[in-house]
């Protein structure tokens, strides 16, 4: 099982990229995720243009061209200055702007560092949010992102460029590096309070209106405060947030007595016991739904990933769903 303390690394040893996300894979993602998208397949002018059809913003506008005056047109868009100086009567044609930013919310904390089959919830995360990144990038918009631990954030203002995709990304490599079982944090490194909580003012300061956030997370930690600020959040922008999870945290292995660790200390737990099994179930499957039903009446979907299922394939599920109800 992969929650198993991860050994010590040599300086120049590759690592198991279930255990550690690798830069290379993630930037590969860039042509692995085609054909999954949270934009739907709408023409561009269409009125549900857009990431995802829970509502339609107001947008700016563009100028697009100023031209002659055609029967039918709005004489409210007629451009008066230059219909007097050249004694023809024109008007000017805007387009609406369609560019929007996105905000990834990328959490390496150490709660993430966990994974039973497949890979740690911590790679995982990272995967999401190269996906959704360079899809995003292809769509023609913005993308920044917070990436965060127990005692730091990173921040990377939205912005229309491959390299910037890239230098976030490293971001999330180098914070998913230095999570190890059992790591002792050296003096100066405090971890922060609710860290999920400040993440989250964080990205209100940062998104004024009309941004894409998409928080990638285990919830761990998550309180009333976290609600209200993910509600906060939709009043002027859209947001999903993305639980991931282990299997061996929504569902005990049956027939077995395990001792879990979080590398300093430890609990045996028996899942022999039928009522014991039940109830950790139903904790895990209760806690999702209540959250989901929460933020229901905000559009706040709330999506779920495992660490077993290829990121790429969950995703497509995923993106279908929301390309289904956009029409």
Avoid at 140 to 162: I, K, M, W
Wanted: hydrophobic letters at 40%.
């Amino acid at each position: 099982m992969l929650f198993k303390k991860a050994k010590q690394q040599t300086p120049g040893e590759s690592k198991d990229d279930r255990i550690y996300a690798d830069l290379k894979q993630l930037i590969a993602l860039q042509n692995r995720g085609s054909g999954a998208s949270f934009v739907p397949t709408q023409p561009l002018h269409s009125v549900r243009a857009g990431w995802h059809a829970s509502r339609w913003r107001g947008r700016g506008l563009n100028f697009e061209e100023l031209r002659h005056y055609r029967i039918g047109d709005d004489i409210r868009s007629m451009d008066w200055k230059v219909t007097n100086r050249t004694r023809k009567p024109h008007v000017r044609v805007f387009t609406e702007e369609r560019e929007r930013s996105l905000l990834l919310l990328v959490d390496q904390r150490q709660s993430m560092f966990f994974g039973s089959q497949q890979k740690m919830k911590s790679v995982v995360a990272t995967e999401i949010a190269a996906l959704i990144a360079w899809q995003t990038l292809a769509a023609g918009d913005c993308v920044g992102a917070l990436v965060f631990n127990d005692t730091y954030v990173s921040e990377t203002r939205p912005q229309h460029s491959r390299s910037a995709v890239i230098r976030m990304l490293q971001q999330c490599v180098d914070m998913n590096h230095a999570l190890a079982a059992g790591r002792i944090r050296s003096p100066g490194q405090v971890p922060v309070a609710n860290q999920l909580d400040h993440v989250l003012g964080m990205a209100q300061r940062l998104c004024s209106h009309d941004c894409h956030i998409f928080l990638i997370s285990d919830l761990s930690g998550c309180n009333a405060l976290t609600v209200d600020r993910i509600k906060s959040l939709t009043q002027h922008n859209d947001v999903i947030t993305s639980l991931v999870y282990d299997p061996l945290e929504q569902a005990l292995p049956a027939g077995h007595r395990l001792v879990v660790s979080d590398g300093e200390l430890q609990i045996a737990v028996d899942a022999r016991q039928a009522k014991l099994a039940q109830r950790f179930t139903d904790g895990f499957d209760t806690a999702v739904k209540t959250l989901q039903q929460e933020l229901k009446n905000y559009a706040v979907p709330v999506v779920c990933f495992d660490t077993v299922e290829p990121v790429q394939n969950q995703f497509k599920k995923l993106t279908a769903r929301f390309a289904t109800a956009a029409r």
